[in-house]
């Protein structure tokens, strides 16, 4: 199915403008693994010895230290704010609307490399989040065309991202991670199963992903299912 050029581009900056909302929601009323990595005595106590002159044990039970990650977190959920008005106005905006999306997207590829920490480093856990990341770049590079018209290589893209997204998250729903115990419980709670047949069902859904990821760049329809 050929698209407009206009209806692609609107459609993808309605899901770049859905990816910083959920993101600045989950900041401003959530939190975000940023004490991952700035509670990691083995990464930062070097840093906050030499640099602030503190213990780690005064840095990490510091309510002004926390404190001020608080307010890091809450700023950077008013900056996906920012990101998300940004992307659905970006055509009066021109280059600096531009450079916020690449902006954007950096410190979600920052949020991402957070995740991939939290998770032990699975290298899964990062391309997971390939198209939020890579959701604003797209966008970006498509309103700097004049007929708002993807080119080979930007749909080539996109689709790479779409696979790696579909692909390293049936890595957890097959079981080559860890499975997450609220992947089984949800299926459980919305399937009626026991947790055998929920891990079943998971493994089904895994390969599907992965079979997604194969067919996106094939002639035909796979698309309807990533929707899905």
């Known amino acids: 199915m050929k698209l407009k050029p206009t209806l692609y581009f609107?459609?993808?900056?309605?899901?770049?403008?859905?990816?910083?909302?959920g993101r600045a929601w989950q900041h401003l009323y959530w939190d975000a693994p940023y004490r991952a990595l700035l509670w990691d005595?083995?990464?930062m106590s070097g840093l906050v010895e030499?640099?602030?002159?503190?213990?780690?044990?005064?840095?990490?039970?510091?309510?002004?230290?926390?404190?001020?990650?608080?307010?890091?977190?809450?700023?950077?959920?008013?900056?996906?704010?920012?990101?998300a008005?940004?992307?659905?106005?970006?055509?009066?905006l021109g280059k600096a609307g531009r450079w916020l999306m690449y902006l954007g997207a950096l410190s979600l590829m920052g949020l991402a490399a957070l995740y991939c920490k939290e998770k032990f480093f699975f290298i899964g856990q990062f391309f997971e989040y390939t198209l939020q990341f890579g959701s604003p770049v797209f966008l970006a590079l498509l309103a700097q065309k004049a007929d708002k018209e993807p080119g080979p290589r930007l749909i080539?893209?996109?689709?790479?991202?779409?696979?790696?997204?579909?692909?390293?998250?049936?890595?957890?729903?097959?079981?080559?991670?860890?499975?997450?115990?609220?992947?089984?419980?949800?299926?459980?709670?919305?399937?009626?199963?026991?947790?055998?047949?929920?891990?079943?069902?998971?493994?089904?859904?895994g390969l599907l992903d992965f079979l997604l990821s194969i067919l996106l760049f094939l002639p035909g329809r796979a698309a309807f299912y990533a929707a899905g």
């Open 10 to 21: 609107r459609l993808l900056q309605w899901a770049t403008a859905g990816v910083f909302l």
């Open 50 to 83: 030499g640099l602030f002159g503190m213990s780690w044990q005064e840095y990490v039970s510091s309510p002004q230290v926390n404190s001020l990650i608080q307010s890091w977190v809450f700023g950077t959920g008013v900056f996906y704010l920012l990101c």
């Open 41 to 43: 005595e083995r990464w």
């Open 85 to 92: 008005a940004a992307a659905l106005l970006l055509p009066r």
């Open 156 to 205: 080539l893209s996109m689709k790479v991202a779409v696979a790696l997204t579909f692909t390293c998250h049936g890595l957890y729903a097959f079981g080559y991670y860890p499975r997450p115990g609220h992947f089984v419980y949800m299926t459980m709670s919305i399937l009626g199963v026991g947790d055998e047949a929920a891990a079943v069902f998971l493994q089904i859904a």
